[in-house]
Nanobody, 122 residues
Framework: QVQLVESGGGLVQAGGSLRLSCAVS????????IAWFRQTPGKERELVTA????????YYKDSVKGRFSISRDNAKNSVFLEMNSLKPEDTAVYYC???????????????WGQGTQVTVSS
């Protein structure tokens, strides 16, 4: 069973930066993608970015390309989301998730973290 624990959320002004961390443990996750989803009230969770644990292949939602960067540290079993030039519309609960790529793409990864709030003020 893979466990995911997020940290690093908070309040930031528009144009600012935040770095989210996801500690990954348990189970076997070498074949999985580690992803960040986000959700705002009344909306479905949306896939923001993902990275392959092996090989580092990445995916980004169009609206965050050039502003967000996902990376991993295999030695620390952690995935990071660097968010720059933040906009009020980036405000959401951000969830770390893990699963096979087809499941992540479909919005149904096998594993979820508890979520961390990111609030961007205008």
């Amino acid at each position: 069973q893979v466990q995911l624990v997020e940290s690093g959320g908070g309040l930031v002004q528009a144009g600012g930066s935040l770095r989210l961390s996801c500690a990954v443990s348990g189970g076997t996750f070498s074949t999985l993608r580690i992803a960040w989803f986000r959700q705002t009230p009344g909306k479905e969770r949306e896939l923001v970015t993902a990275i392959a644990w092996n090989g580092g292949t990445t995916y980004y939602k169009d609206s965050v390309k050039g502003r967000f960067s996902i990376s991993r540290d295999n030695a620390k079993n952690s995935v990071f989301l660097e968010m720059n030039s933040l906009k009020p519309e980036d405000t959401a609960v951000y969830y770390c998730a893990a699963g096979l790529w087809w499941r992540v793409q479909s919005g149904i990864p096998e594993y979820w973290g508890q979520g961390t709030q990111v609030t961007v003020s205008s």
